[in-house]
């Protein structure tokens, strides 16, 4: 009965390659989210969407495209991996977007670009 | 800009020591506060939350009020356990329209609670 889950939780990949990862969240949430943990534990928002619409986009490079099939479904692709892309990646979902809503987060995906 | 700042760490603590871990922020509008905790190897969760002045948020022993005046959320327990070593997060999300839930995070805590 996981809330929030992703896949895969381990990624490891050469430098170039393009990669997905995926997130579901079973809590009949309208809104999903992408955070980027780096090394130093610093957390950043990355995109959200809500109700399959694009909401959040902090300015991201290009290679990330994020895509929301469903409600209940928000996807990470990553084009031509960097060594800077390597982090821990979270994906969270909340009811609603708005600010006193409690944000429910996945279990992170480690990505180490090589 | 928003911002919240929290005390760095580590924080190296025996049982049942007393936990401070300060929390201020900047914000434009009138943000929710919360702190997270991820605990090693694991997700974020929900620590507790408030969402407005002199509201205190309280869980699992831990308590943090917002404080308007000052501009803080300060984190507090009265006697920790090995099992509360964890990395604890701070956070905002203003209540402005276009802030459509955007949590911005302090840098993070680690604590770590010995026997």
């Known amino acids: 009965d996981t809330a929030v889950s992703q896949t895969p939780k381990y990624l490891v990949t050469q430098m170039g390659n393009d990669k997905s990862i995926k997130c579901e969240q079973n809590?009949?949430?309208?809104?999903m989210y992408w955070y980027k943990q780096d090394s130093k534990k610093f957390l950043k928002i990355m995109f959200s969407?809500?109700?399959?619409?694009?909401?959040i986009n902090e300015t991201v490079p290009n290679r990330f495209s994020p895509k929301s099939p469903d409600k209940a479904h928000l996807n990470l692709h990553i084009n031509s991996l960097e060594l800077g892309d390597s982090a821990v990646y979270f994906c969270a979902s909340s009811q609603v977007p708005l600010g006193a809503d409690t944000q429910y987060f996945g279990p992170g995906t480690r990505l180490t670009v090589l | 800009g928003n911002s919240v700042t929290q005390m760095e760490g580590p924080v190296t603590l025996s049982e049942e020591a007393f936990l401070t871990i300060n929390c201020t922020y900047t914000a434009t509008g009138y943000p929710s506060l919360f702190w997270y905790v991820q605990y090693p190897g694991e997700g974020l969760q929900l620590l507790l939350k408030?969402?407005?002045?002199?509201d205190k948020g309280s869980n699992k022993g831990f308590e943090a009020t917002y404080r308007k005046e000052t501009t803080s959320f300060h984190l507090e327990k009265g006697s920790v356990q090995v099992s509360d070593s964890a990395v604890y997060f701070c956070a905002l999300s203003d209540s402005l329209a276009d802030s459509w839930g955007k949590l911005q995070f302090g840098a993070g805590t680690q604590v770590v609670v010995t026997p």
């Open positions: 969407y809500n109700n399959k619409e694009l909401i």
């Open positions: 809590l009949g949430h309208d809104t």
């Open positions: 408030a969402t407005k002045a002199d």
